[in-house]
């Protein structure tokens, strides 16, 4: 992790002209991690860095967000004059939608999560609607239908070459202990509707569900990842569990209009399952207008592949809102994280690989218009970049993160930022750091 000396970072923000009252870091005397097991050089200076004007950040400025503290109906939208109305990268098209603003939502504009997330409709529950358990693969086509609800009794694989669909309004609930996987060689065609969102939740009465309740969702595919084989995280080593090949467009299936909740089960020591763990997914996957709701562990994990993303929201999860490493290469549009005091570590933990950071392909994905909310916890981050990573992270709103609102952490990536293949620009930095101007 860099380092800035406190005098030096004091005379250079008195030149800049900012009140930032340090480096934001609570530990100073660590050795610095750039995820080789080197001491990092102190190349890459994020004050300096953002205090040219190039780069058009807005240091300590209020984004003017509605109310993105608020854990029961939050507003991300910024008001119509906020400052998030004016200075932003233009995104070149093709995946990407024309959006000249920085941050998630339009000022002033609408709320795309108003219809269909979980904060609009509430917890769902089964009524009188029967109840259909799930066990063990599903190896042949099969579709799920919104007049039942289906129970995940136990760790559930979609393989064989089947396609497991599930229609616009069905509830889906997990037990303790129990995921939904879909292998490389099945599909999920889970594609809900605004007004009948698909529900993942706890198989447990709405008062008791906790962060951890049931595994989450998988999805692995067979696209490039920078290790030589891999068997994804929180699930036993075999085929079923295996995810990497040759093929970048592999589609893993469709995930759209669904809510994710209380997952992230624990199966053994530092061994559990994110809300939505995504594994050498191509890009001709879907995934677009998803929430995960009080996750245990992270939201949305990319281990490598090019999967892309937009519309997607990752609410009160207890780890990292949204994790990539193992060479990703998607593309990410219109993403929002909201932590509250209690629940979340970093908003962004990106990295290309720990133990080799120059593997290749290197993590090098796109992020546009994306709005990070701390819980003000002097523990939180923003965005970690580091282990080697590359991308892109423009038109940005990171606000409230007690510890940090950006760290580049390694002298890979440092390497990266200054080369310009790990480029942040176009965005708002805010209420961040120590005594909430520290940033840095």
């Known amino acids: 992790m860099m380092r800035i000396s406190n005098i030096y970072s004091l005379a250079l923000l008195a030149t800049l002209g900012l009140a930032i009252g340090g480096c934001g870091d609570s530990d100073e005397a660590e050795t610095p991690d750039n995820g080789s097991g080197t001491e990092t050089p102190e190349?890459?200076?994020?004050a300096a860095w953002f205090g040219d004007a190039a780069r058009a950040a807005q240091l300590n400025v209020d984004p003017q967000l509605g109310d993105g503290a608020s854990t029961t109906a939050p507003n991300f939208v910024p008001a119509a004059g906020s400052p998030a109305a004016s200075g932003a990268k233009d995104n070149g098209?093709?995946?990407?939608?024309a959006a000249n603003y920085l941050g998630a939502f339009e000022p002033g504009g609408a709320d795309w999560t108003a219809d269909w997330s979980v904060w609009a409709t509430g917890p769902v529950e089964a009524g009188d609607r029967p109840v259909e358990t799930v066990s063990g693969n599903i190896a042949e086509n099969v579709t799920w239908t919104a007049d039942t609800v289906y129970q995940l009794t136990d760790e559930v694989y979609v393989t064989g070459g089947a396609t497991l669909t599930?229609?616009?309004?069905?509830?889906?609930?997990?037990?303790?202990?129990?995921?939904?996987?879909?292998?490389?060689?099945?599909?999920?065609?889970?594609?809900?509707?605004?007004?009948?969102?698909?529900t993942f939740t706890s198989s447990k009465p709405v008062a008791e569900r906790v962060a951890g309740d049931w595994g989450g969702i998988v999805l692995l595919g067979s696209a490039p990842i920078n290790v030589q084989s891999n068997n994804i995280e929180g699930l036993a080593a075999s085929e079923?569990?295996?995810?990497g090949g040759s093929d970048g467009a592999h589609n893993c299936g469709t995930l759209r209009y669904a809510r994710i909740e209380y997952a992230g089960s624990v199966f053994g020591t530092d061994n559990e399952l994110n809300s939505l763990t995504l594994g050498g997914c191509g890009s001709e996957t879907t995934l677009e207008y998803i929430h995960t709701f009080r996750g245990l562990d992270d939201g949305i994990e990319f281990f490598g592949g090019s999967a892309n993303l937009r519309y997607a929201i990752v609410s009160y999860t207890g780890d990292d809102s949204l994790d990539w490493d193992e060479g990703y290469v998607g593309n990410v549009q219109f993403f929002v994280a909201q932590?509250?005091?209690?629940?979340?570590?970093?908003?962004?933990?990106?990295?290309n690989q720990g133990d080799a950071?120059?593997?290749?392909?290197?993590?090098?994905?796109?992020?546009?218009?994306?709005?990070?909310?701390?819980?003000?916890?002097?523990?939180?981050?923003?965005?970690?970049?580091?282990?080697?990573?590359a991308g892109a992270l423009h038109n940005f709103i990171v606000t409230g993160f007690g510890k940090a609102a950006l760290k580049v952490d390694g002298a890979e990536s440092e390497a990266n930022i200054l080369s310009g293949a790990l480029e942040v620009s176009h965005g708002i930095f805010h209420n961040s750091g120590e005594g909430g101007t520290g940033l840095f």
């Open 93 to 97: 098209g093709g995946f990407f939608a």
């Open 240 to 243: 079923d569990s295996a995810y």
């Open 339 to 351: 932590q509250t005091a209690n629940e979340g570590d970093r908003a962004i933990e990106a990295d």
């Open 166 to 198: 599930i229609e616009p309004g069905t509830l889906v609930v997990g037990d303790v202990g129990s995921a939904l996987i879909v292998t490389r060689n099945g599909q999920l065609v889970a594609d809900g509707t605004a007004e009948a969102p698909i």
């Open 357 to 389: 950071p120059t593997a290749t392909p290197l993590s090098d994905p796109t992020l546009y218009n994306v709005t990070l909310v701390g819980g003000g916890n002097p523990e939180q981050e923003g965005v970690r970049l580091r282990a080697g990573t």
């Open 43 to 46: 190349g890459f200076d994020p």
